[in-house]
Each structure stands twice: as C-alpha cells, then as structure tokens.
C-alpha cells in the first residue's frame, strides 16, 4: 500500500466534503487534521473541566467562535460559527496520564450526509484561564509515518472520489486502546502535535 507524498496529500484532502466547523475544514484543507472511526477515550478516562465552558474566538479570526456547553459535567456540545456556518460537536474531555485531549465526535447530520460515518478527531489541550491551545494529530505526518510502517496503526485507505483516480484519504480504524497508546507515545513529539495543526482560543465569557 502506498502513499502520495504528504505534501501531494495536503493538495487532495482539500476536495473533502464533511460536516464539521469551518475552522476543522481548514485544518483539513491544509492536511492538518487525522480522522479515526473509533474514539480515542474510554469512560473512565473522562474528565470534565468548568473552566472549558463559554464563549471562545480564534486568536488568527476574529469572527471564527468556539462555544462550549455543559451537559451535565459529562461532555461538551461544542458549537462553532464564523460569517457563513454553524457547526457542531459532541467533545470530550479526557486524561492518559499527564496529557489532557479532546475528542471531537461531528454531530452535524443531514439526508445528504446520512451515509457518511460520524468520525473522531483528536487534539491535545493546552489550557489556562483565559487562552485554550488544540494541537490537532497531523495528518501529513501521520501519512509519512504509516508509509513506512504501515503495520504500526490500523487504518484503511479510501479514493476521495469513485474510480480512485483523484487521490486517496487515510481513514484510522485502529481500536480505542491502540490508540491510546499510540497518543500517549507521540504526545511531546512536535510534529505529530505542532502549531501548523493548532487551534489558539481566547475566551470571550464563561
């Protein structure tokens, strides 16, 4: 199994189509941004953090807002809006050892995206008082990496259109422990969550 250059991926992720907050396409669009069909938290990894709660805007786009609300201290429903959508999320909040993460779950579902699955993506949490910093797991590194050790995370690997013919989209399929394991052994590794695949938050209003 083979893989474009990861600079060749980031072109052709671009034409993805789904369901998710402006700011997510754009990390994807760049080729930021890795996709698993399981999720990278188990319950009793959960955590809940008050502060998270409220009204965020970019730091990069004053008019891209992040808006987490509390559901009775057991997740998030995360709801972004910039000048043209309004997009949402289930997130979790989750700790492996010293690391915090976030699990975003894409909620927005539709009679055009019914047959499209719902996919997880993964950040790890920076988080103060005021200023939140999510370092999305980079897919072009990734990319790089399962092309030289294709057995070292299970994933599958999908043509963005039929035909095959314009690219191809890696996809995690790997279980939620593998997973975990795999975060934990990358989590201070810059490349897999550096700063061209980081969201920088200010808050607004708790």
């Known amino acids: 199994m083979s893989f474009e250059s990861a600079k060749t991926s980031q072109m052709k992720i671009k034409s993805l189509k789904l369901a998710a907050a402006a700011t997510v396409l754009t990390l994807l669009a760049a080729g930021c941004v890795t996709l698993s069909v399981y999720p990278f938290y188990t319950p009793k990894d959960l955590i809940f953090d008050s502060g998270l709660t409220g009204r965020w805007v970019e730091t990069k786009s004053t008019n891209t807002f992040w808006k987490f609300d509390d559901v009775g201290g057991k997740f998030y429903l995360l709801t972004t809006t910039d000048s043209e959508s309004t997009n949402g999320f289930e997130a ?75 690219g191809e989209m890696l996809y995690l399929t790997a279980e939620t422990e593998d997973l975990q394991t795999f975060i934990l052994k990358y989590a201070d590794d810059t490349n897999a969550f550096g700063s061209d695949s980081a969201v920088e938050l200010k808050l607004l209003s708790p």
């Open 92 to 166: 979790n909040l989750f700790q492996l050892r010293r690391y915090r993460f976030l699990d975003l779950l894409t909620t927005n579902r539709d009679e055009f995206s019914k047959f499209e699955m719902p996919v997880h993506l993964i950040s790890r949490v920076d988080h103060n008082d005021t200023n939140v910093s999510l370092h999305f797991l980079d897919y072009g590194w990734l990319a790089n990496l399962l092309q030289t050790n294709p057995a070292l995370l299970r994933h599958i690997i999908v043509p963005e259109q039929p035909g095959g013919t314009n």
